[in-house]
């Protein structure tokens, strides 16, 4: 069963039910500091013939990780590297494994490490992770780390799970390469103030989530929207931002397994508003072809603002 995640992870301050769940945040700060210890460390040979970028969060979910790793992927691709996409087989996220497969090679096992050896055999010269910043198995490995945060929610309520939506301290950015500020245009100069605070040497790049396909719709139209991401405020405002009339909108937990019921539900929801429905591109992937009728999907990508250092920062990393 999927669940929604808590709205007091959001808030600006934390609230009482926060500080209920702090002592459990606890627990999570010592699976952080001791996992490591737990892996073997040598577990690739040759892993100095592949080069590794590793694209995670640090706030769970709804940071924009797949669609930066399909930006670096590109870039690297014009920089005739040979790459590959590397994802770890969770059976809920197959949205995403569709949606890296179809940008470009993807080796998804088990476990991260698996997928990297795959990865070798086939003469991979640079290897793109979607997630893994807190596998204890890749954690002793020299590779190029970035950390994504959206913009709108930045650290929420700024508590480990399950007080709040961090995976691991912010001070953790100290051992990180760069930073990804993912957004619709926020203000964001408080934010880069308390990352240069952490690690001054931090690279910090930003992007704007930018519609691709805006000319198949009719801005002129009602339109009802729905997602099951991790950040579903962040689809919601882009479709505002780009003058979308969403007059009914209808949020699901990440990864949602859509049923028939549901989609009945949506399309029956759409027609007494007299609405055209849209959703995201990964929620569509999640969708059965037989019910994606009347359903569709605004293809976004992270426009980076400042590419041209991304490009001089992967060629001086690389």
């Known amino acids: 069963m999927k669940i929604k995640k808590p709205k007091f992870w959001d808030y600006k301050s934390p609230n009482i039910f926060a500080y209920l769940l702090l002592p459990f945040s606890f627990i999570t700060f010592v699976i952080n500091y001791v996992k490591k210890d737990f892996f073997v460390k040598k577990w690739i040979d040759d892993r100095q013939t592949i080069a590794i970028i590793c694209v995670g969060n640090i706030y769970i979910g709804g940071t924009g990780k797949t669609p930066i790793s399909i930006e670096i992927n590109k870039i690297l691709k014009n920089l005739n590297f040979k790459t590959a996409f590397i994802k770890k087989n969770y059976n809920d996220q197959i949205d995403e494994q569709k949606l890296l497969s179809s940008n470009g090679k993807l080796f998804c096992e088990k476990n991260r490490t698996d997928a990297i050896k795959k990865a070798i055999k086939e003469n991979i010269e640079v290897a793109i992770l979607d997630d893994g910043l807190q596998d204890g198995r890749l954690s002793y490995i020299n590779y190029l780390s970035f950390v994504c945060f959206n913009t709108q929610n930045w650290i929420g309520n700024g508590f480990l799970l399950p007080a709040g939506p961090l995976r691991e301290n912010l001070n953790y950015l100290k051992k990180y390469d760069a930073v990804f500020l993912n957004g619709n245009g926020e203000e964001v100069l408080s934010i880069k103030n308390i990352i240069k605070n952490i690690n001054l040497n931090l690279k910090i790049f930003e992007a704007q989530y930018t519609p691709i396909n805006l000319n198949?719709?009719?801005?002129?139209?009602?339109?009802?929207?729905?997602?099951?991401?991790?950040?579903?405020?962040?689809?919601?405002t882009t479709l505002k931002k780009n003058k979308f009339k969403v007059i009914k909108n209808l949020d699901f937990p990440d990864h949602y397994n859509y049923s028939e019921k549901d989609i009945i539900k949506i399309k029956d929801i759409a027609k007494h508003h007299n609405a055209k429905i849209i959703t995201t591109e990964k929620d569509y992937n999640r969708l059965n072809?037989?019910?994606?009728?009347?359903?569709?999907?605004?293809?976004?990508?992270?426009?980076?603002?400042?590419?041209?250092?991304?490009?001089?920062?992967?060629?001086?990393?690389?």
């Open 216 to 236: 198949n719709f009719d801005l002129n139209q009602n339109y009802l929207s729905f997602s099951g991401i991790g950040d579903p405020n962040s689809f919601l």
């Open 289 to 318: 072809s037989s019910n994606t009728e009347g359903i569709e999907f605004l293809k976004i990508k992270l426009k980076v603002i400042n590419e041209k250092e991304l490009i001089d920062f992967l060629k001086e990393k690389l």
